[in-house]
């Protein structure tokens, strides 16, 4: 997905995309395709599924950094160095690019000395994914309460069905690689079970 394909099926929603400045990004040896998208329309500040991304901001937590310089590694540090993190997971794991590996996208496990998990292949089938789960939401909540919690029972089979094909069909090591959204869809298809078994 392209940068302006990106903010043009963004711009109906609540949370604005935050671009980055070109002055943070030179400090990153960034391919041109991240840096660019980043520098043009960023990302959300948050979004779901339960994810924050970063302001342009100088502030190590909030801004985009190397994920040396908000923890300290010691003799490790250049096992780390090619991390940038650009944003976080709901349980404080970071998300990041990989440098090393063609600006991959990781999660990277803070419980278990920051183990990197699969996210995404790039920046654009990130954004892809955000907006495939975003419409995945929006159709399963048209037309229902909005007090409903649509993760744990709300989506019929052939919805969630949809989302791991769509999904599957921009990124398939996204949904057949241990990682962030294999692991969410798993998550909500537990949920979905356990609150009808329940019932």
Same mark, same amino acid.
């Given at each position: @997905?392209?940068?302006?394909?990106?903010?043009?099926?963004?711009?109906?929603?609540?949370?604005?995309?935050?671009?980055?400045?070109?002055?943070?990004?030179?400090? /990153?040896?960034?391919?041109?395709?991240?840096? *660019?998208?980043?520098?043009?329309?960023?990302?959300?500040?948050?979004?779901?599924?339960?994810?924050?991304?970063?302001?342009?901001?100088?502030?190590?937590?909030?801004?985009?950094?190397?994920?040396?310089?908000?923890?300290?590694?010691?003799?490790?540090?250049?096992?780390?160095?090619?991390?940038?993190?650009?944003?976080?997971?709901?349980?404080?794991?970071?998300?990041?690019?990989?440098t090393s590996e063609n600006d991959k996208i990781v999660e990277l *496990?803070?419980?278990?000395?920051?183990?990197? @998990?699969? /996210?995404?292949?790039?920046?654009?089938?990130?954004?892809?994914?955000?907006?495939?789960?975003? *419409?995945?939401?929006?159709?399963?909540?048209?037309?229902?309460?909005?007090?409903?919690?649509?993760?744990?029972?709300?989506?019929?089979?052939?919805?969630?069905?949809?989302?791991?094909?769509? @999904?599957?069909?921009?990124?398939?090591?996204?949904?057949?690689?241990?990682? /962030?959204?294999?692991?969410?869809?798993?998550? @909500?298809?537990?949920?979905?079970?356990?609150?009808?078994?329940?019932?």
């Open positions: @997905m392209t940068p302006q394909a990106f903010q043009n099926s963004w711009i109906s929603t609540d949370e604005p995309l935050s671009p980055i400045s070109k002055a943070r990004l030179d400090k /990153f040896n960034l391919l041109k395709e991240t840096f *660019d998208f980043l520098n043009i329309v960023g990302l959300p500040a948050y979004c779901e599924p339960n994810l924050s991304f970063s302001n342009d901001t100088d502030d190590i937590v909030y801004g985009i950094n190397k994920l040396t310089d908000q923890y300290d590694f010691e003799d490790d540090e250049p096992n780390y160095d090619k991390y940038i993190v650009i944003g976080s997971c709901r349980d404080g794991d970071a998300i990041a690019i990989d *496990d803070h419980g278990d000395l920051f183990k990197s @998990m699969y /996210f995404n292949s790039s920046i654009e089938t990130l954004a892809d994914c955000l907006i495939i789960y975003r *419409d995945f939401e929006l159709e399963v909540l048209k037309d229902k309460n909005e007090s409903d919690n649509f993760q744990c029972y709300n989506f019929t089979d052939e919805q969630f069905e949809q989302l791991k094909s769509k @999904m599957y069909s921009i990124d398939s090591d996204a949904i057949t690689t241990e990682g /962030f959204w294999k692991n969410e869809l798993d998550i @909500m298809l537990s949920a979905k079970k356990e609150y009808f078994s329940n019932r």
